[in-house]
């Protein structure tokens, strides 16, 4: 009995070593730059922080997958490096000897980049996962355009300058009618030319 427990448990150790890898077909490398990221503050990569990894990523899993209970033992990792990068594949719940094709794999994590990036506390270039590439952001979308705006405060300005000229030269006109009503004996129409000399 004891025998056949051992070779169960070599026998699995194979299976997962053969899943995992460069060449496996559904493998992907991580790589994580944790003194670039955080510089003194940088943390020491452990065991503990693989755990948090593999649950992580079999959070990722679960949302992505119905149906699926992934666990933290369905997430292989192998070829970890001391430079703090690693090959994961997942393993199905149902059947750990079959792992989950790389396209979902890739959709979970851009689905939940942020949330891998923020337990971390790295960012898209820090925590990187070879040849899958963030999701970018969509853009801002404002309900009323930034460029509408700013061309209505323009031409706000320029219509409140054409209705105060057209004030200000009425009010004038107004006042020198008014001048020439308080004051009826100067009836003339312009002004005294102080050069001008009649002989």
């Not at 169960?8 to 077909?25: I, N, V, Y």
């Not at 891998?116 to 979308?141: A, G, H």
Request: net charge negative; with cysteine; hydrophobic share 45%.
């Amino acid at each position: 009995m004891l025998g056949k427990v051992s070779l169960l448990l070599c026998l699995s150790f194979a299976l997962a070593e053969q899943l995992c890898g460069k060449d496996a077909p559904n493998g992907c490398k991580v790589r994580l730059s944790l003194k670039t990221a955080l510089g003194n503050d940088a943390y020491d990569w452990d065991d503990n922080e693989m755990f948090l990894f593999r649950s992580t990523l079999a959070y990722a899993m679960r949302k992505q997958v119905d149906g699926e209970e992934f666990e933290v033992s369905n997430i292989v990792v192998c070829e970890e490096t001391a430079r703090v990068s690693f090959w994961f594949v997942v393993t199905l719940p149902s059947q750990n000897s079959t792992t989950v094709d790389k396209s979902v794999l890739e959709k979970a994590i851009r689905e939940s980049r942020s949330r891998f990036n923020s337990v971390f506390f790295l960012t898209d270039q820090t925590l990187e996962f070879v040849d899958i590439w963030p999701t970018l952001k969509s853009p801002v979308t404002y309900d009323t355009e930034p460029w509408l705006i700013a061309f209505a405060v323009v031409i706000s300005i320029v219509v409140v300058g054409i209705v105060l000229l057209i004030l200000v030269s009425w009010i004038h006109k107004k006042r020198n009618q008014k001048q020439a009503l308080l004051d009826p004996e100067d009836k003339t129409d312009g002004h005294e030319n102080g050069g001008f000399t009649q002989m």
